[in-house]
């Protein structure tokens, strides 16, 4: 018990984990993983660096920074979370088809009906023909 209590006062006021320490750790076990059939010393070294700073975001008591850190690194990978979300939100919809207009690059999302359909894009206003197969 007491060495419970002793932790739980070393790591009060500390920052703890967050969504950028994990995937730090992540990054630091699979080249990990990679250095052991390619038993590299630099990427060894690199490792430990990604693990030391992991460690050093998890014991910092600079709330601010971190935070600043955390936000800067989700804004990053937000873009490809939404991108992700997209794609699999496509895959499951099976009422509908989903098309580039040639001009303007907008995505459309049409109704889908086997065969080859003229639609006109909303945004540029540009007539092109959409196969739907399957």
């Not at 993983?33 to 490792?47: G, K, M, P, S, T």
Request: aromatic content about 18%.
């Amino acid at each position: 018990m007491n060495f419970r209590y002793r932790l739980m006062q070393f790591m009060s006021g500390r920052y703890g984990t967050d969504e950028l320490f994990y995937w730090i750790f992540f990054a630091a076990a699979v080249l990990s993983l990679i250095n052991i059939f390619l038993r590299w010393a630099i990427l060894q070294v690199f490792v430990y660096i990604l693990v030391f700073y992991a460690l050093f975001r998890f014991l910092s008591r600079n709330f601010e920074a971190r935070r600043r850190e955390n936000r800067w690194f989700r804004e990053k990978t937000s873009l490809f979370k939404r991108q992700i979300e997209l794609y699999n939100q496509r895959k499951l919809d099976k009422c509908h088809v989903y098309k580039k207009c040639p001009r303007c690059k907008a995505i459309l999302k049409l109704p889908h009906r086997i065969g080859t359909h003229k639609t006109v894009c909303p945004r540029c206003s540009k007539e092109f023909t959409v196969k739907v197969k399957k």
